[in-house]
């Protein structure tokens, strides 16, 4: 099939603009009325532990995905970047499932990964958007994330897609494993279903981003914050960031930055904060005062409570609607990726091409 950019400049930017639709395909497919849409056959009953695999930007789904496996499902987890996991001889407890990222379903390391799980586990589980791949084919298991085709080298939709994928399983995991009732399931479900409308507004409401962004364009480091399943969206926010504009970003946990980030600040670098008003947002909030005690330039991205409680002394700030805690870092992502394509093309590079990345590596 051949893609067209259906009148945006760049595939990276259809993409993005694409994610309330191919989410609500997502949600579509993997909801019930009142319950989860997955084979029976994915049952966390009992299960001693979960290891999730993969590469890039799959890799920080996996990450989110722990601490909804943590927290919703009360499920131990493993994560691990595939080119480390396949060669570092992990012992996998026979009952645990290994769960293998990808959206091409093709990356090379994953599907080492995947071969190596493949006879110690009792299911390997595959999240792809490529439903004919490789990594598709070799798992006993393989959910669609159904995010349509994607052209951008640096990931968006599928990003979000898989995030989505990845919460419904946590989902059924919580309520197979006694952790979620009926009442707090309906109240996730109704959450997950906001997802798109809250997108819809996000970008709406994204044209602040574009001057941001020309400020960012000067920067030689950026740094994102972010606590909780937020710190794996800084990670992700700094790697697209990295990827298309060329930036030194890095992503940090909120926590962290006194262990040796903080020594970077000053006047020149900017700090994206994401940090929705949750249970972690005070303490958030006292690491980017740290960062403005320095004189770092804050761009705080929260919502109306958490700016209307902590704008003050910030260089910018950036309102997105209020979202079900757990599931923040899907809404976020829109953020993350607009802040760094339009960072792109305020220095002139080439957003759907960044140099030296391929969309699927599929060579050691
Ligand atoms: C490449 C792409 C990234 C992607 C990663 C993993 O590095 O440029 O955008 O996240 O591979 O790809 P996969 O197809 O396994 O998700």
Redesign the pocket.
Known sequence: TRVEKGGYKHFMAKEIAEQPVVLGDALHHYLRENGVNLPESLDFTGLDRLTLV??????YACTVAKYWFESLAGLPCEIDVASEFRYREPPLPENSFAIF???????AD?LAALRYCAEKVRKTIAVV?VATSS?ARECDVALPILAGVEVG???TK??TCQLLVLAVMALKAGVDRGRIGPEALAAHLEALRSLPGLMNAALATSEPIVKLAERLAEAQDILFLGRGPMFPLALEGALKLK?ISYIHAEGYASGELKHGPIALIDRMVPVIVMAPHDRLFDKTVSNMQEVMARHGMVLLISDAKGIAEAAEGTWATLKMPAVAEPFAPILYALPAQLLAYHTAIAKGTDVDQPRN?????TVE
Request: net charge negative.
């Open positions: 993969a590469c890039g930007t799959a890799f990222v990808s959206q091409s379903g093709e990356t994953t958007n990594i080298v640096a990931s599928a990003f990827e990345l391929a969309k699927s590596v």
